[in-house]
């Protein structure tokens, strides 16, 4: 069965940096688009990078642009979230999830999604 | 970006009952819309996808319809699992965008 296990979250000063870390297992993950998606009790729901299977193609959300990276290692079945300059703004429990359109073009359907791993940005 | 907006935020509601979620867009998204279900301390599930299609192992008693700017989600007659929480969500543009979520109580 497809599971997704995020590592990486915990407290961090504002202005420093974290890496999330996705390891995929059940499916191919090396055919496969995939997303972070954050949640927080105030702002809800939000999706935040997509990463295309073969790298060749990266969307962000405005917030984060210039100082979130979306990255992947296809041999390790891994998906990356680089998270540099944090802000309060940012604690969020941060999910990957599954891409789950196999339409080649349209992407932003979240099949399956990790347990989530808890971001906290405070001095 | 596009707004999605849920309505009501919060029902109550008993087993057995048929209830209806509804969805607006502050633009068409087309068919692109998606329907998710979040327990406590879980991540979002994907239940509806393309408005009205059926996801992976999801029972029946689900169902969406809609297209463009409005779209509905109706359980048939719910079950005592079903008491969640219920987004809505589009990804015909970038930023992909959820509602804010309606919460389904027990009566």
């Known amino acids: 069965q497809v599971q997704l296990v995020e590592s990486g979250g915990g407290v961090v000063q504002p202005g420093r940096s974290l890496r999330l870390s996705c390891t995929g297992s059940g499916f191919t993950f090396s055919n496969s688009d995939m997303h972070w998606v954050r949640q927080t009790p105030g702002k809800g729901l939000e999706w935040v990078a997509f990463?295309?299977?073969?790298?060749?193609?990266?969307f962000y959300v405005d917030p984060v642009k210039g100082r979130f990276t979306i990255s992947r290692d296809n041999s390790k079945n891994t998906l990356f979230l680089q998270m540099n300059s944090l802000g309060p703004e940012d604690t969020a429990v941060y999910y990957c999830a599954k891409e789950g359109s196999t339409s080649g073009y349209y992407w932003g359907r979240f099949d399956y999604w990790g347990q989530g791993t808890l971001v906290t940005v405070s001095s | 970006d596009i707004q999605m907006t849920q309505s009501p935020s919060s029902l109550s509601a008993s087993v057995g009952d048929r209830i209806t979620i509804t969805c607006q867009a502050s633009q068409d998204v087309s068919k692109f819309l998606n329907w998710y279900q979040q327990k406590p301390g879980k991540a979002p599930k994907l239940l509806i996808y393309?408005?009205?299609n059926l996801g992976t192992g999801v029972p029946s008693r689900f169902s969406g319809s809609g297209s463009g700017t409005y779209f509905t989600f109706t359980i048939s007659s719910l079950q005592p699992e079903d008491f969640a929480t219920y987004y809505c969500q589009q990804y015909d543009y970038v930023p992909y965008t959820f509602g804010q979520g309606t919460k389904l109580e027990i009566k």
């Open positions: 393309d408005a009205s």
């Open positions: 990463i295309s299977y073969d790298r060749s193609r990266e």
